[in-house]
């Protein structure tokens, strides 16, 4: 992760240079050709890889199509924590977070149009993951499905559902897979959260983070993971590290939104649409695919069929109700996840 890290950092230098040279976020200056335009996309810990190569693409698309040099800035961190600094004064154009809930506080602050999420195909998620274990090779300790996380000794590294969209789905998958298991017995599924929950060693604030603690600082025995960010450890350390696909898991569908009070504020309303509906083109799949997120067009998901599991057991959010009612009921201040923490 070191190497992908320093490579993030040099790019992220580069254009914050770019950036200070220009004329400000969002903003048009005058070039051999026509006008130079910036954007910024605030997003999620495990999209830093992907974006990096996925802006040199919309950038060469976005130069023939209208004669016109971009530069797009990104900002990282856990898909909560992101939507709050947006609310707060970041001055996204677009968001590409780890779930709509967070998308939603954007909206609900006046800041993004309703009806984002039918803006774009997919309900606005271009591609997918699901969760995964992340376990050291050799598998020590016997992880195959989540009632292995609940047993005694073994070490468990999660994100902190309260700051990152990821820890929010892999709550969701684990709470899914006990309520299969006990017949939708909710304070039997509880409990058995709530054990999972003691042998959570550390509570990262975003994915990344928790990712960097379990195979950077070596702590715990399984990383609970999006599927992407598991396949791009084990890419990094591949004698090192494995891959156990749990017998339930959930359909993890990232959001994607233009901020539409900062987009015209900076006059980039269409590149920002441009930007995220490029997303869905075949290239750009193909380049989702290639880092581990799952496209949303489904002939180019099944061209990735050698690299995923697609008979994979998966909930979806709509089975707990859509994420308005999942958030309320788990996740806000005093439900189940904080009952559970608490004790």
């Known amino acids: 992760m070191k190497k992908k890290l320093t490579i993030f950092l040099l790019v992220t230098t580069i254009t914050a240079i770019s950036f200070l040279t220009g004329c400000g976020n969002g903003t048009k ?6 006008t130079d335009i910036e954007l910024l996309n605030v997003s999620y810990d495990p999209t830093r890889e992907f974006y990096v190569e996925y802006n040199q693409l919309f950038s060469k698309y976005w130069k023939e199509k209208s004669r016109e040099d971009i530069t797009v800035t990104q900002s990282h961190g856990g898909s909560g924590s992101q939507a709050r600094s947006v609310i707060e004064g970041n001055e996204a154009d677009v968001v590409t977070l780890a779930l709509a809930h967070d998308i939603t506080a954007i909206e609900e ?3 993004i149009d309703s009806g984002w999420i039918e803006e774009f195909e997919g309900n606005s998620s271009p591609y997918t993951s699901v969760i995964v274990f992340l376990v050291r090779k050799g598998n020590e300790k016997n992880i195959r499905d989540w ?8 070490e468990v590294i999660t994100p902190n559902p309260k700051t990152s969209g990821g820890a929010c789905w892999n709550f969701l998958a684990a709470w899914a897979y006990e309520q299969q298991r006990n017949g939708n017995d909710e304070e039997a599924t509880k409990e058995f959260i709530k054990k999972l929950y003691k042998n959570v060693l550390v509570l990262d604030s975003g994915a990344r983070g928790a990712t960097n603690t379990f195979v950077e600082n070596r702590q715990g025995d399984v990383l609970i993971a999006w599927e992407n960010e598991a396949y791009l450890s084990l890419q990094e350390h591949s004698d090192e590290y494995e891959i156990v696909t749990p017998s339930v898991s959930i359909l993890a569908q990232p959001s994607v939104a233009v901020v539409d009070r900062n987009a015209k504020k900076h006059k980039t309303q269409e590149v920002a649409k ?7 083109s075949d290239d750009a799949q193909r380049l989702a695919g290639k880092n581990y997120y799952r496209p949303s067009k489904e002939a180019i998901l099944k061209e990735f069929s050698n690299q995923f599991d697609l008979n994979i057991n998966l909930v979806t959010i709509d089975d707990f109700g859509g994420w308005d009612e999942a958030y309320k009921k788990y996740f806000e201040d005093g439900a189940i996840f904080d009952e559970i923490y608490e004790e």
Not at 29 to 34: A, D, L
Request: hydrophobic share 30%; aromatic share 12%; proline share 0%.
């Open 147 to 154: 009632e292995d996380l609940v047993k005694d000794g073994v």
């Open 29 to 34: 200056s005058e070039s051999e050709h026509g």
């Open 109 to 111: 602050n006046g800041m």
């Open 274 to 280: 441009a930007y995220l509906e490029y997303l869905y």
